[in-house]
């Protein structure tokens, strides 16, 4: 059963970092809910990669197959494991690490796309 692919994914993933950015949500749950959120419907509709069920350990490793450069890929699992932090251990991040979180995200989103456009 071949999933068929969302050609829009990664257009509404960068609408929707820009939107997120703009309103930027004071409650750090809220933030890094919305922007892993984007991430995992990015993935889902781009490359198929179900992970709305997977823990960010489980995601970490599937991730390994998008073959991104080690430093973007360390940045990537930290900001997931920062997420988790934000959303289920009370953490609240400075406006700053959520604007890196963010970058981090849509970068890693650019990069995953254009691997893959031949």
């Keep these: 059963t071949e999933v068929a692919l ?4 990664y257009q509404k ?3 929707d970092l820009a939107r997120l950015e703009k309103e930027s949500p004071a409650d ?5 809910t919305e922007l892993v959120n984007i991430f995992r419907t990015y993935l889902k509709g781009a490359k198929g990669i179900q992970s709305f069920s997977k823990t960010t350990d489980d995601l970490s490793i ?4 998008q073959k991104l450069p080690s430093a973007e ?6 900001t997931l494991r920062l997420s988790d932090l934000a959303k289920f251990a009370a953490y609240k ?9 963010l970058s981090i995200i849509k970068k890693s989103i650019t ?8």
């Design 73 to 78: 890929y360390n940045g990537l699992v930290q």
């Design 13 to 15: 993933a960068m609408e």
């Design 93 to 101: 991040p400075d406006a700053g690490m959520n604007q890196q979180s």
């Design 6 to 9: 969302d050609k829009k994914a």
């Design 111 to 118: 990069t995953i796309e254009q691997a893959h456009v031949v």
């Design 28 to 32: 750090a749950k809220a933030f890094y």
């Design 62 to 65: 599937q991730l390994q197959s």
